[in-house]
């Protein structure tokens, strides 16, 4: 799997835990929209898109089915975050 773009939107609320939204495409034939990029204690950390069940609890609508496809979206994500973010500083 290749990721072919991300794009981040960033927030600029600065009281809140979420920083920016982002999208991928995957080999220019499939996006994935609403990936979040959250504050976390030990730095910031990508969520996948996810929507909230009957009963409250929050579910992934998309997401990795292995680790190293978690870990290649994550930095690929937080290194655009960051480098919107130094260009809009």
Same mark, same amino acid.
């Given at each position: 799997?290749?990721?072919?773009?991300?794009? #981040?939107?960033?927030?600029? @609320?600065?009281?809140?835990?979420?920083?920016?939204?982002?999208? =991928?495409? #995957?080999?220019?034939?499939?996006?994935?929209?609403? #990936?979040?990029?959250?504050? &976390?204690?030990? &730095? @910031?950390?990508?969520?996948?898109?996810?929507?909230?069940?009957?009963? &409250?609890?929050?579910?992934? =609508?998309?997401?990795? #089915?292995?680790?190293?496809?978690?870990?290649? =979206?994550?930095?690929?994500?937080?290194?655009?975050?960051?480098?919107?973010?130094?260009? @809009?500083?």
């Amino acid at each position: 799997m290749k990721i072919t773009d991300v794009r #981040i939107r960033l927030l600029q @609320n600065e009281d809140s835990k979420l920083k920016a939204v982002a999208s =991928i495409t #995957i080999e220019d034939c499939f996006v994935v929209h609403d #990936i979040k990029v959250l504050e &976390g204690n030990q &730095g @910031n950390y990508v969520r996948m898109p996810s929507r909230k069940s009957a009963d &409250g609890e929050s579910k992934d =609508i998309a997401h990795p #089915i292995n680790t190293p496809t978690r870990e290649e =979206i994550s930095r690929l994500v937080l290194a655009k975050y960051e480098e919107e973010k130094s260009a @809009n500083a």
